[in-house]
Protein backbone atom coordinates (compact mmCIF):
# COMPACT_ATOMS: atom_id res chain seq x y z
CA UNK A 1 0.00 0.00 0.00
CA UNK A 2 1.57 3.64 -0.76
CA UNK A 3 2.55 5.46 2.10
CA UNK A 4 2.30 9.16 2.71
CA UNK A 5 6.39 9.35 2.08
CA UNK A 6 5.48 7.71 -1.28
CA UNK A 7 2.63 10.91 -1.36
CA UNK A 8 4.91 13.41 0.01
CA UNK A 9 7.72 12.49 -2.72
CA UNK A 10 5.19 12.55 -6.30
CA UNK A 11 3.67 15.88 -4.57
CA UNK A 12 7.86 17.14 -4.42
CA UNK A 13 6.95 18.15 -0.89
CA UNK A 14 7.88 17.14 2.76
CA UNK A 15 6.05 14.23 4.63
CA UNK A 16 5.48 16.72 7.53
CA UNK A 17 3.51 18.72 4.09
CA UNK A 18 1.28 15.88 3.83
CA UNK A 19 0.47 15.21 7.36
CA UNK A 20 -0.64 19.43 7.35
CA UNK A 21 -2.77 18.57 4.26
CA UNK A 22 -4.82 15.49 5.68
CA UNK A 23 -4.84 16.58 9.24
CA UNK A 24 -5.36 20.39 8.77
CA UNK A 25 -3.05 21.27 11.09
CA UNK A 26 -1.20 24.10 9.68
CA UNK A 27 -2.07 26.68 6.62
CA UNK A 28 -0.93 24.92 3.48
CA UNK A 29 -0.50 27.27 -0.01
CA UNK A 30 -3.06 26.47 -2.17
CA UNK A 31 -1.30 24.81 -5.36
CA UNK A 32 0.58 22.70 -2.38
CA UNK A 33 -2.44 21.70 -1.46
CA UNK A 34 -3.35 20.33 -4.75
CA UNK A 35 -0.76 19.12 -5.46
CA UNK A 36 -0.94 16.55 -2.47
CA UNK A 37 -4.86 15.76 -2.94
CA UNK A 38 -3.53 15.34 -6.56
CA UNK A 39 -0.74 12.26 -5.27
CA UNK A 40 -3.38 11.07 -3.11
CA UNK A 41 -5.81 10.26 -5.46
CA UNK A 42 -3.35 9.14 -8.11
CA UNK A 43 -1.47 6.64 -6.14
CA UNK A 44 -4.73 5.53 -3.86
CA UNK A 45 -3.16 6.23 -0.59
CA UNK A 46 -5.54 5.50 2.23
CA UNK A 47 -4.78 7.71 5.43
CA UNK A 48 -3.82 5.77 8.78
CA UNK A 49 -7.01 6.93 10.86
CA UNK A 50 -5.26 5.66 14.51
CA UNK A 51 -2.11 7.58 13.49
CA UNK A 52 -4.07 11.04 12.64
CA UNK A 53 -6.11 10.59 15.65
CA UNK A 54 -2.91 10.50 17.78
CA UNK A 55 -1.51 13.67 15.41
CA UNK A 56 -5.07 15.79 16.15
CA UNK A 57 -6.21 14.19 19.37
CA UNK A 58 -9.68 13.81 17.08
CA UNK A 59 -10.94 10.15 16.32
CA UNK A 60 -13.67 12.20 13.89
CA UNK A 61 -16.11 9.92 15.63
CA UNK A 62 -19.29 10.47 17.10
CA UNK A 63 -21.42 8.33 19.82
CA UNK A 64 -24.31 8.10 19.79
CA UNK A 65 -26.61 6.08 23.05
CA UNK A 66 -30.73 5.77 22.07
CA UNK A 67 -32.70 3.54 23.29
CA UNK A 68 -35.33 1.15 21.13
CA UNK A 69 -33.29 1.67 17.61
CA UNK A 70 -36.16 -0.83 16.43
CA UNK A 71 -38.83 2.29 16.78
CA UNK A 72 -39.29 4.01 13.66
CA UNK A 73 -38.96 7.41 15.26
CA UNK A 74 -35.92 6.41 16.52
CA UNK A 75 -35.12 4.84 13.41
CA UNK A 76 -35.33 7.85 11.45
CA UNK A 77 -33.54 9.96 14.29
CA UNK A 78 -30.45 7.55 13.49
CA UNK A 79 -30.83 8.08 9.76
CA UNK A 80 -30.80 12.19 10.34
CA UNK A 81 -27.74 11.14 12.70
CA UNK A 82 -26.32 9.10 10.56
CA UNK A 83 -26.33 11.64 7.47
CA UNK A 84 -25.13 14.53 9.69
CA UNK A 85 -22.01 12.82 10.51
CA UNK A 86 -20.60 11.68 6.90
CA UNK A 87 -21.96 14.75 5.76
CA UNK A 88 -18.99 16.18 8.27
CA UNK A 89 -16.47 13.39 7.85
CA UNK A 90 -17.38 11.75 11.26
CA UNK A 91 -18.27 7.89 11.60
CA UNK A 92 -20.63 6.50 13.93
CA UNK A 93 -20.28 4.03 17.28
CA UNK A 94 -24.08 3.22 18.47
CA UNK A 95 -24.90 1.59 21.76
CA UNK A 96 -28.45 1.24 23.20
CA UNK A 97 -29.11 1.93 27.04
CA UNK A 98 -32.26 0.33 26.80
CA UNK A 99 -33.73 2.90 28.80
CA UNK A 100 -31.84 1.91 32.03
CA UNK A 101 -30.60 4.33 33.92
CA UNK A 102 -27.22 2.11 35.10
CA UNK A 103 -26.90 0.49 31.61
CA UNK A 104 -26.85 4.23 30.21
CA UNK A 105 -23.76 4.78 32.42
CA UNK A 106 -21.90 2.00 31.17
CA UNK A 107 -22.74 2.36 27.50
CA UNK A 108 -21.71 5.97 28.16
CA UNK A 109 -18.19 5.13 29.49
CA UNK A 110 -17.71 2.34 26.71
CA UNK A 111 -17.66 5.32 23.75
CA UNK A 112 -15.85 7.46 26.03
CA UNK A 113 -13.11 4.85 26.20
CA UNK A 114 -13.25 4.04 22.04
CA UNK A 115 -12.21 8.28 22.27
CA UNK A 116 -15.06 9.26 20.30
CA UNK A 117 -14.90 13.39 19.87
CA UNK A 118 -18.64 13.52 21.09
CA UNK A 119 -21.77 12.12 22.34
CA UNK A 120 -25.40 12.64 21.34
CA UNK A 121 -27.64 10.45 23.79
CA UNK A 122 -31.30 10.36 24.51
CA UNK A 123 -31.12 10.10 28.26
CA UNK A 124 -33.44 8.08 29.87
CA UNK A 125 -36.02 8.41 32.74
CA UNK A 126 -33.40 8.93 36.13
CA UNK A 127 -30.50 10.60 34.12
CA UNK A 128 -28.14 11.66 37.64
CA UNK A 129 -25.53 8.99 36.94
CA UNK A 130 -25.33 10.16 32.83
CA UNK A 131 -24.65 13.46 33.66
CA UNK A 132 -22.69 13.29 36.75
CA UNK A 133 -20.21 11.01 34.18
CA UNK A 134 -20.39 13.42 31.31
CA UNK A 135 -19.45 16.38 33.55
CA UNK A 136 -17.07 14.81 35.42
CA UNK A 137 -14.89 13.77 32.31
CA UNK A 138 -15.99 17.20 30.40
CA UNK A 139 -17.18 14.98 27.57
CA UNK A 140 -18.82 16.81 24.59
CA UNK A 141 -22.15 16.07 24.55
CA UNK A 142 -26.10 16.73 23.01
CA UNK A 143 -29.12 15.22 24.57
CA UNK A 144 -31.50 14.30 21.94
CA UNK A 145 -35.12 13.98 21.95
CA UNK A 146 -35.34 14.44 25.91
CA UNK A 147 -34.46 17.68 27.66
CA UNK A 148 -32.78 17.54 31.27
CA UNK A 149 -33.67 19.85 33.75
CA UNK A 150 -32.00 23.29 33.66
CA UNK A 151 -30.60 24.30 36.69
CA UNK A 152 -32.32 27.23 39.06
CA UNK A 153 -30.81 29.60 36.75
CA UNK A 154 -32.36 28.21 33.25
CA UNK A 155 -29.16 27.76 31.62
CA UNK A 156 -29.14 24.27 30.21
CA UNK A 157 -25.62 22.82 31.34
CA UNK A 158 -25.31 20.63 27.95
CA UNK A 159 -26.91 21.40 24.80
CA UNK A 160 -30.14 19.76 23.61
CA UNK A 161 -31.93 19.17 20.52
CA UNK A 162 -35.75 17.95 20.38
CA UNK A 163 -38.93 18.39 19.28
CA UNK A 164 -41.86 20.72 21.02
CA UNK A 165 -44.53 18.20 22.53
CA UNK A 166 -46.73 20.22 24.80
CA UNK A 167 -48.32 22.41 22.39
CA UNK A 168 -48.93 19.69 19.91
CA UNK A 169 -50.36 17.49 22.44
CA UNK A 170 -52.66 20.59 23.49
CA UNK A 171 -53.58 21.04 19.74
CA UNK A 172 -54.97 17.17 19.61
CA UNK A 173 -56.93 17.48 22.70
CA UNK A 174 -58.46 21.33 20.91
CA UNK A 175 -59.26 19.55 17.87
CA UNK A 176 -61.13 16.16 19.57
CA UNK A 177 -63.11 18.74 21.82
CA UNK A 178 -63.78 21.25 19.06
CA UNK A 179 -65.39 17.82 17.58
CA UNK A 180 -67.64 17.58 20.74
CA UNK A 181 -65.39 15.03 22.85
CA UNK A 182 -65.98 15.97 26.46
CA UNK A 183 -63.95 12.86 27.96
CA UNK A 184 -60.93 12.71 25.97
CA UNK A 185 -58.38 9.94 27.85
CA UNK A 186 -54.27 10.19 27.24
CA UNK A 187 -52.38 7.24 27.17
CA UNK A 188 -49.24 8.91 28.39
CA UNK A 189 -45.16 7.35 28.03
CA UNK A 190 -42.90 6.29 30.58
CA UNK A 191 -42.97 8.42 33.90
CA UNK A 192 -39.91 10.56 34.18
CA UNK A 193 -39.26 11.12 30.42
CA UNK A 194 -39.04 15.14 29.92
CA UNK A 195 -41.11 13.89 26.90
CA UNK A 196 -44.09 12.31 28.79
CA UNK A 197 -44.21 14.73 31.43
CA UNK A 198 -44.56 18.04 28.63
CA UNK A 199 -46.96 15.99 27.10
CA UNK A 200 -49.57 15.50 29.92
CA UNK A 201 -48.55 19.04 30.11
CA UNK A 202 -49.70 20.15 26.65
CA UNK A 203 -53.01 17.75 27.47
CA UNK A 204 -53.82 19.73 30.28
CA UNK A 205 -53.32 23.07 28.77
CA UNK A 206 -55.47 21.29 25.69
CA UNK A 207 -58.67 20.63 28.40
CA UNK A 208 -58.23 23.94 29.88
CA UNK A 209 -58.26 26.18 26.49
CA UNK A 210 -61.44 23.99 25.64
CA UNK A 211 -62.81 25.02 28.83
CA UNK A 212 -62.63 21.07 30.14
CA UNK A 213 -62.00 19.91 33.57
CA UNK A 214 -59.17 17.50 34.40
CA UNK A 215 -59.89 14.11 35.41
CA UNK A 216 -56.74 12.48 36.43
CA UNK A 217 -58.89 8.78 36.18
CA UNK A 218 -58.35 9.56 32.31
CA UNK A 219 -54.46 9.71 32.06
CA UNK A 220 -52.87 6.16 32.27
CA UNK A 221 -49.21 5.50 31.67
CA UNK A 222 -48.24 3.06 29.19
CA UNK A 223 -44.59 3.22 29.98
CA UNK A 224 -43.73 4.24 25.83
CA UNK A 225 -43.91 0.67 24.77
CA UNK A 226 -46.96 -1.25 22.96
CA UNK A 227 -47.58 -3.77 25.51
CA UNK A 228 -47.72 -0.74 28.17
CA UNK A 229 -50.22 1.16 25.53
CA UNK A 230 -53.04 -2.17 25.25
CA UNK A 231 -52.75 -2.19 28.81
CA UNK A 232 -53.34 1.45 30.16
CA UNK A 233 -55.89 1.52 26.87
CA UNK A 234 -57.82 -1.55 28.14
CA UNK A 235 -57.69 0.47 31.83
CA UNK A 236 -59.11 3.53 30.61
CA UNK A 237 -62.51 1.42 28.40
CA UNK A 238 -62.92 0.09 32.01
CA UNK A 239 -64.18 3.04 33.29
CA UNK A 240 -67.45 3.25 34.73
CA UNK A 241 -67.30 6.39 32.05
CA UNK A 242 -65.28 5.43 29.41
CA UNK A 243 -63.61 8.24 27.51
CA UNK A 244 -65.06 8.82 24.20
CA UNK A 245 -61.84 10.06 22.43
CA UNK A 246 -58.20 9.32 23.17
CA UNK A 247 -54.71 10.65 22.35
CA UNK A 248 -51.80 8.71 22.66
CA UNK A 249 -48.22 9.69 23.50
CA UNK A 250 -46.12 7.86 20.94
CA UNK A 251 -46.03 5.69 17.92
CA UNK A 252 -45.69 1.95 19.78
CA UNK A 253 -48.35 3.05 22.24
CA UNK A 254 -50.83 3.77 19.43
CA UNK A 255 -50.65 0.32 18.14
CA UNK A 256 -51.08 -1.21 21.82
CA UNK A 257 -53.88 1.37 22.07
CA UNK A 258 -55.33 -0.21 18.29
CA UNK A 259 -54.89 -3.68 19.94
CA UNK A 260 -56.63 -3.19 22.45
CA UNK A 261 -59.97 -1.46 20.89
CA UNK A 262 -60.00 -4.37 18.30
CA UNK A 263 -60.18 -6.39 21.37
CA UNK A 264 -63.15 -5.17 22.35
CA UNK A 265 -64.63 -4.65 18.71
CA UNK A 266 -64.64 -1.08 19.26
CA UNK A 267 -64.42 1.00 15.66
CA UNK A 268 -62.58 4.18 15.35
CA UNK A 269 -64.18 6.96 15.26
CA UNK A 270 -67.71 5.30 15.50
CA UNK A 271 -66.87 4.33 19.08
CA UNK A 272 -63.96 6.28 19.80
CA UNK A 273 -62.00 9.08 18.19
CA UNK A 274 -58.35 8.32 18.16
CA UNK A 275 -55.60 10.90 17.68
CA UNK A 276 -51.76 10.09 18.09
CA UNK A 277 -47.99 11.69 18.62
CA UNK A 278 -45.78 10.70 16.31
CA UNK A 279 -46.61 9.70 12.73
CA UNK A 280 -45.06 6.96 10.93
CA UNK A 281 -44.81 5.01 7.70
CA UNK A 282 -48.32 3.03 8.22
CA UNK A 283 -50.29 5.65 10.00
CA UNK A 284 -51.98 6.14 6.38
CA UNK A 285 -52.23 2.10 5.48
CA UNK A 286 -54.82 1.82 8.40
CA UNK A 287 -58.85 2.49 8.00
CA UNK A 288 -59.92 5.17 8.79
CA UNK A 289 -56.09 6.69 8.38
CA UNK A 290 -54.77 7.98 11.59
CA UNK A 291 -54.92 11.84 12.34
CA UNK A 292 -51.08 12.26 14.06
CA UNK A 293 -48.45 14.59 15.01
CA UNK A 294 -45.60 14.33 13.08
CA UNK A 295 -42.22 15.55 14.65
CA UNK A 296 -39.23 16.11 12.25
CA UNK A 297 -36.78 12.74 13.51
CA UNK A 298 -34.56 13.23 10.87
CA UNK A 299 -34.04 16.95 11.16
CA UNK A 300 -33.59 16.26 14.80
CA UNK A 301 -30.71 13.87 14.62
CA UNK A 302 -29.09 15.78 12.17
CA UNK A 303 -29.79 19.09 13.57
CA UNK A 304 -27.78 17.24 17.09
CA UNK A 305 -24.89 16.56 14.95
CA UNK A 306 -24.84 19.90 13.71
CA UNK A 307 -25.11 21.57 17.25
CA UNK A 308 -22.41 18.94 18.78
CA UNK A 309 -19.55 19.96 15.97
CA UNK A 310 -20.59 23.60 16.66
CA UNK A 311 -19.56 22.64 20.37
CA UNK A 312 -15.95 21.03 19.58
CA UNK A 313 -15.33 23.95 17.57
CA UNK A 314 -16.15 26.45 20.62
CA UNK A 315 -15.95 24.63 23.62
CA UNK A 316 -16.46 27.71 25.61
CA UNK A 317 -19.76 28.63 24.52
CA UNK A 318 -23.11 28.91 26.48
CA UNK A 319 -25.33 25.46 26.24
CA UNK A 320 -28.30 25.82 24.34
CA UNK A 321 -32.17 24.44 23.97
CA UNK A 322 -32.82 24.03 20.15
CA UNK A 323 -36.48 22.97 19.59
CA UNK A 324 -38.02 22.33 16.47
CA UNK A 325 -41.64 21.98 15.03
CA UNK A 326 -44.19 19.77 14.80
CA UNK A 327 -46.75 18.93 11.74
CA UNK A 328 -50.42 18.20 12.66
CA UNK A 329 -51.30 15.47 10.20
CA UNK A 330 -55.11 15.89 9.47
CA UNK A 331 -56.36 12.37 8.26
CA UNK A 332 -59.89 10.38 9.80
CA UNK A 333 -59.54 8.37 13.08
CA UNK A 334 -60.47 11.80 15.09
CA UNK A 335 -63.97 11.82 13.50
CA UNK A 336 -63.48 14.12 10.32
CA UNK A 337 -64.33 13.46 6.88
CA UNK A 338 -61.62 12.62 4.19
CA UNK A 339 -62.02 15.76 2.32
CA UNK A 340 -58.69 17.72 3.73
CA UNK A 341 -56.47 14.89 2.32
CA UNK A 342 -58.24 14.66 -0.74
CA UNK A 343 -57.99 18.41 -1.75
CA UNK A 344 -53.75 17.84 -1.35
CA UNK A 345 -53.66 19.60 2.11
CA UNK A 346 -52.75 16.43 4.46
CA UNK A 347 -50.45 18.13 6.48
CA UNK A 348 -51.68 20.82 8.02
CA UNK A 349 -50.41 24.31 10.54
CA UNK A 350 -50.94 23.37 14.02
CA UNK A 351 -54.44 25.19 15.56
CA UNK A 352 -56.43 23.70 12.64
CA UNK A 353 -60.13 23.01 12.83
CA UNK A 354 -62.09 20.35 12.27
CA UNK A 355 -65.10 18.87 10.44
CA UNK A 356 -68.35 16.90 11.91
CA UNK A 357 -67.74 13.51 13.17
CA UNK A 358 -68.53 10.34 10.78
CA UNK A 359 -68.77 7.06 11.62
CA UNK A 360 -66.70 4.65 9.60
CA UNK A 361 -65.01 1.04 10.11
CA UNK A 362 -62.73 -0.60 12.86
CA UNK A 363 -58.82 0.03 12.19
CA UNK A 364 -57.62 -2.39 10.08
CA UNK A 365 -54.46 -2.63 7.82
CA UNK A 366 -55.03 -2.44 3.90
Known amino acids: MPTMADVARSAG ?71 G ?38 PSADPRELVAYLGRHDVPAVFLDRVVDSPEDGTPRFDQVCADSAEPTAELVTHLAGLGHRRIALVAGRPGLSTTGERITGYRHG ?17 SESAGGQRATA ?39 LCCFDDFAWADLFTPRLTAIAQPSKEI ?32 SCGCTGEPERRGQRRRPLRSGGAAPSSQAPPQPQ
Open 85 to 122: ALEHGYSLLIADPHDDPEHERKVVQLLHERRVDGMIVA
Open 235 to 273: ALLSLAAPPTALVTANNTMTLGALRALRERGLSVPGDIA
Open 207 to 223: LAAAGLPYDERLVVHGD
Open 301 to 332: GAQAVRVLLERLAAPGRPARTVRLACTFVHRT
Open 13 to 83: VSVATVSHVLNDTRPVLPHTRQAVLDAIEELGYTPNTLARSLVTSRTRSIGLAVSAISNPYFTEILQGVEA
